[in-house]
């Protein structure tokens, strides 16, 4: 059986101790490595003009908070060095031209994907969100408004919908700030719940990069910062995409 | 503003302490604050008969080894104690004629809501699943198969729906073993990818309940146990819920 996974992953990159048992770890020279400049690696993810839909755009469902601060953090992008990111459909959409290294392809006959986040196209029921990333700071924010798809406890967010936002926006900030390109963990603890249809604000840190692993730490909470929804620290594995090959 | 959430839920139960700074938890008299038993948690969870649309149940999307395990723990309900847990489109249909205590209420003019497991309805698209629980020695299986609008990295599912299916597993084993209400944290680590339409098979374990608390483990791995997909642990809170008074 092939493994299709980190182990994988890992092998690929001869850093087979890097799950489990003493992890002794090779030197690498991360300048070769992971050589892609976060200005490359954006201009790539957010092209200038494409014909994919963007699904981080306000629509009629967003709440007054959601739409001041998403005006807000837009104006940030002309005077502040913010980026919006776009969101399309799949990954595969913003990742055109590169594809995970040989041994993680796998086959598909599946023509219908969708990244997780977005698996919902009704406006307002599902995921709404927008997410801006700060280069040279290596920072995000997401503007998160869970829709009544996403219920866990009655009237309130699921815990696994807010796990999911934190580690898709780790996810975006760990592969722009440093080609981060797998949770290796998640650690949250859960403050309160947040109601349906209301606003959570993420706050998003890369706390430091080191032996190929990015350090994430994550704060959610409602938009006067007075009510901490919940808080949350993650890791990142770097690896580089290959290029695609012409069919 | 009131704050919806778990501070108000502990407020109820006046565990002002539960979250942040030193933790001095009163003594309650547990078998009082929590006795509903797990025989009478599981008839009102489980009901024999009922109009409402069982979405835990075998269709053509299930892959080979989904329907194997899926037939072999049916027939585990007969004779071992297992019980093949229902779900329902909402968790408001579980828990019928409750509710969250007062302080939790939120008010609503949503009609359509979805337990985030089951927001996608095309069948074999999102969540596909399963889970048996065995009452007498407080451990749950889940059987897992993501599809195609639950994806991450092109072809494999996105941490964030392995995450939402341990946190669900894991909050329907909490309250029928021991009215667990809330997550309080999750401590996942990943350790392969699944790809989209295969199995996993989660293990979950309440490993002990103590101070108002039920500390569980999971551990997500394939079908012939030869790839662990992640481990997570995680804590859920006790809590009531209280009768509905008649509209």
């Given at each position: 059986m092939i493994r299709r996974g980190f182990q994988a992953a890992v092998r690929l990159?001869?850093?087979?101790?890097?799950?489990?048992?003493?992890?002794?770890?090779?030197?690498?020279?991360?300048?070769?490595?992971?050589?892609?400049?976060?200005?490359?690696?954006?201009?790539?993810?957010?092209?200038?003009?494409?014909?994919?839909?963007?699904?981080?755009?306000?629509?009629?469902?967003?709440?007054?908070?959601?739409?001041d601060l998403y005006q807000e953090f837009l104006e940030k992008t002309k005077t502040d060095g913010w980026i919006k990111l776009p969101s399309f459909k799949s990954n595969r959409d913003h990742i055109q031209g590169l594809k995970l290294p040989s041994g993680l392809a796998v086959a598909s006959d599946k023509s219908d994907w969708r990244i997780f986040t977005r698996c919902i196209q009704v406006e307002g029921q599902g995921y709404e969100y927008v997410i801006f990333f700060h280069p040279s700071e290596k920072k995000s924010i997401c503007l998160f408004q869970p829709g009544p798809y996403l219920e866990g406890a009655p009237g309130f967010a699921h815990g696994g919908s807010l796990a999911t936002m934190m580690d898709e926006t780790f996810s975006k900030t760990a592969y722009l700030a440093g080609e981060g390109l797998f949770t290796v963990s998640l650690n949250i603890r859960f403050k309160n719940l947040i109601p349906v249809g209301s606003l959570a604000v993420l706050n998003v840190h890369v706390e430091k990069i080191e032996d190929q692993k990015l350090y994430m730490s994550c704060i959610a909470q409602s938009r006067d910062q007075q009510t901490v929804y919940a808080k949350c620290s993650g890791i990142f594995l770097q690896l580089q995409l290959e290029e695609e090959s012409p069919q």
């Open positions: 990159g001869q850093h087979r101790a890097l799950f489990g048992g003493p992890q002794v770890l090779p030197r690498l020279n991360l300048t070769s490595a992971f050589g892609s400049s976060t200005d490359s690696l954006v201009s790539r993810f957010c092209p200038e003009k494409t014909d994919l839909k963007d699904y981080a755009l306000p629509n009629a469902s967003w709440c007054p908070d959601m739409l």
